[in-house]
């Protein structure tokens, strides 16, 4: 069975992140499993979304308006800094954070060829001043490219007197001790705090 | 970050099977990732695919056109009989098999209130009879309800004089036997071959 249509249905789920011939191949079969309408709405969805959304001018996150909500009306006196749009979703889960985001679209990363130019660093820079922010939190992500960004953003904004942090590191909660990886555990010992 | 077209988006994705929350918000932002062109591309092949693929009269498997190529290019002569149109796929795979195909759509299944009436079995009684058909092979799964399947379609062929035959069951090639179920295992004991 060679059908056209349903190879093209096919490699464009492919095009997904982590989708592979045989997921792509059971995805198809589901829309093929689907009603007329639904199909049709889920189409629609797709092309909406990507028509809708943009980056927020401010912040960078993902916005259906030139500035988005939070940044309209949270103040920027905290700013808390990630990689990309969906770690602000993970980070919006906190409840008593009420500063705002900023998304650098990236982290400094030599082997990618990705340099401070090429992340939203800039933007944060003219934020800070703007706002008189207080505090910028760093929450890139725990490895080599997210702590390189996060120590020079606070060397580039030590001139501006704003209080530079990053979220804490070590053991996660519920880990079992005798799976955590090394470099957790060094972390860990050396960050300790005292009881 | 509350966006109602990222939202619908996500609820899109999660109609497709065993698509979670987590996983249907990754494919989300892989959509906004894409460029606009290939948004479009995508959402058009689905409804294309959906628009254009039918089920074939004939075997009822998917097909672009009323009666699909295998049809109306083979002979009838071996009839391979599946569940679903997606275990043509895997027994197209095999080389020496130059029959037709079968789809019943779903196989004799009381628990899920699947009577023989709702599946294509008077179809396939109509084809064995209009096209004088030699052997009707038994492709479905290899569980209760497939099992069941196979051996309430060869009682009702057996006035036909057509030869009803079943794929063989045992372990499976390259199966480490420490691991082989049960089950499996007396299958494979009870139909042992001579060598």
């Known amino acids: 069975m060679y059908l056209d249509s349903l190879d093209k249905?096919?490699?464009?789920?492919?095009?997904?992140?982590?989708?592979?011939?045989?997921?792509a191949q059971r995805y198809a079969y589901?829309?093929?499993?689907?009603?007329?309408?639904?199909?049709?709405?889920f189409a629609q969805s797709?092309?909406?979304?990507?028509?809708?959304?943009?980056?927020?001018n401010e912040c960078g996150n993902f916005s259906e308006k030139e500035v988005c909500d939070q940044c309209l009306k949270c103040s920027a006196e905290t700013i808390c800094v990630v990689g990309e749009p969906k770690d602000v979703?993970?980070?919006?889960?906190?409840?008593?954070?009420?500063?705002?985001?900023?998304?650098?679209?990236?982290?400094?990363?030599?082997l990618e060829h990705k340099t401070p130019n090429d992340i939203r660093i800039?933007?944060?820079?003219?934020?800070?001043?703007?706002?008189?922010?207080?505090?910028?939190i760093m929450a890139t992500n725990p490895d080599v490219p997210g702590?390189?960004?996060?120590?020079?953003?606070?060397?580039?904004?030590?001139?501006?007197?704003?209080?530079?942090?990053?979220l804490a590191q070590g053991v996660s909660m519920g880990t079992d001790l005798e799976y955590a990886d090394e470099v957790t555990l060094n972390r860990a010992m050396e960050l300790r705090n005292n009881l």
Chains 1, 2 share one sequence.
């Open 9 to 23: 249905l096919v490699s464009a789920f492919r095009s997904l992140p982590g989708v592979g011939f045989k997921t």
């Open 147 to 166: 702590d390189t960004t996060a120590y020079y953003i606070a060397e580039l904004l030590k001139p501006f007197g704003v209080k530079v942090t990053r």
């Open 30 to 41: 589901g829309v093929l499993n689907m009603s007329e309408e639904d199909v049709k709405t």
């Open 46 to 56: 797709m092309v909406n979304a990507k028509e809708k959304i943009h980056f927020c």
């Open 89 to 110: 979703v993970a980070m919006e889960k906190l409840k008593n954070f009420n500063g705002v985001f900023h998304v650098l679209h990236g982290c400094i990363n030599p």
């Open 122 to 136: 800039k933007e944060l820079v003219a934020r800070v001043q703007k706002h008189k922010t207080k505090e910028v």
